[in-house]
């Protein structure tokens, strides 16, 4: 094989972590989610909206990937004690999706009151996308931490997987909204995805803990 059909080779698997990663961190129940979906189900400046958030959690998982690559490339003790503690937060993480699928819970877009200017929608989803320490916590530190850890030449499949989970999902809510409502209010739902996201989020801890023994 050429080094191009190698490489190839080698980035498909590096986006697909990147892929199930953001896709495992970003579906939740939250206040971004809903108000996509709420304004996918008035129809108002979806794409305006849809595009706001994808390219922020891009911007952010960018920022995250490279700087963290940065500084765990001046110290290797710690990128392989940033990849236990990543795969730790991953098992976490999966564990609590588990549980929460044993419960019912529900998505609903509220609100019906008069609708926003394209301003004001974006100034709105800016508010909760960035005013929520969570998604600093999610893109900077652990996906920054864990695409950090891909060689440098794979390190842009990673954050285009990580980056293709929200502009799919975000899209999916936003255009998909009258179709993806009914579903989303039913509990049985989110207790399926639930269970998926946990067992993905245990795979991605195991490769990680696989990636810090033969670090060490």
């Known amino acids: 094989m050429t080094s191009d059909t190698v490489a190839a ?19 939740a129940i ?17 794409g305006s909206v849809v595009l706001f958030c994808a390219l922020a959690d891009a911007a952010l998982i960018a920022a995250g990937v490279l700087g963290m690559a940065q500084a765990l490339g001046q110290s290797p003790m710690l990128a392989r004690a940033l990849a236990w503690v990543g795969a730790a937060f991953l098992a976490v993480y999966g564990w609590q999706a588990l549980r929460r699928a044993r419960q019912a819970r529900q998505l609903q877009a509220t609100g019906t009151g008069l609708g926003l200017s394209r ?31 891909q060689p440098a030449a794979l ?3 990673f954050i285009a997987g990580a980056a293709s989970a929200s502009l799919l999902w975000f899209a999916s809510l936003g255009y998909g909204a ?39």
Do not use: C, K
């Not at 939250?30 to 979806?46: D, I, K, M, S």
């Not at 960035?130 to 600093?136: D, E, K, S």
């Open 9 to 27: 080779a080698q980035s498909l698997p590096v986006f697909a972590q990147g892929l199930a990663l953001g896709l495992g961190l970003i579906v």
């Open 30 to 46: 939250g206040a971004q989610n809903a108000f996509v979906l709420r304004q996918g189900l008035r129809r108002e400046h979806v």
């Open 119 to 149: 301003a004001a929608a974006l100034a709105q989803a800016a508010a909760f996308t960035l005013l929520n320490p969570h998604v600093y916590l999610d893109t900077v530190l652990l996906v920054g931490g864990i695409g950090a850890q």
């Open 155 to 157: 390190r842009g499949a």
């Open 178 to 216: 009258r179709w993806l409502a009914p579903w989303f209010a039913q509990p049985r739902a989110w207790q399926v995805l639930d269970g998926l996201i946990g067992a993905t989020m245990f795979v991605l801890a195991a490769l990680l803990v696989r990636h810090a023994l033969a670090g060490g």
